[in-house]
Nanobody, 120 residues
Framework: QVQLVESGGGLVHPGGSLRLSCAAS????????MSWYRQAPGKERELAAG????????RYADSVKGRFIISRDNAKNTVYLEMNSLKPEDTAVYYC?????????????WGQGTQVTVSS
């Protein structure tokens, strides 16, 4: 069955960096787009970044452009989110998502989420 396991969250000071990882199993990873969504307290879940199956196209929320980088290693069945220049408003639970096909998001499968807290 499909499994998505996130790791790498934590507490970081404003201006700091974190790298999230999502290890995927149960499907042919390279054939599916992957994405990271986030949900802050009291807010709706929103797309942070997405990447197509072979990594040729990426998309970012305006709020993270220039600070976050999404990437994938199809040999390791893992998608990453490099987060730099973090701000308090980046505080949220970050979820990995498997797309419905080689392009597009979100799909039906979600990870359990990893908490990112940006605070001084």
């Amino acid at each position: 069955q499909v499994q998505l396991v996130e790791s790498g969250g934590g507490l970081v000071h404003p201006g700091g960096s974190l790298r999230l990882s999502c290890a995927a199993s149960g499907f042919t990873f390279r054939n599916y787009a992957m994405s990271w969504y986030r949900q802050a307290p009291g807010k709706e879940r929103e797309l942070a970044a997405g990447i197509t199956g072979f990594g040729s196209i990426t998309r970012y929320a305006d709020s993270v452009k220039g600070r976050f980088i999404i990437s994938r290693d199809n040999a390791k069945n893992t998608v990453y989110l490099e987060m730099n220049s973090l701000k308090p408003e980046d505080t949220a639970v970050y979820y990995c998502n498997k797309g419905p096909g080689p392009v597009g998001w979100p799909g039906d499968y979600w990870g359990q989420g990893t908490q990112v807290t940006v605070s001084s």
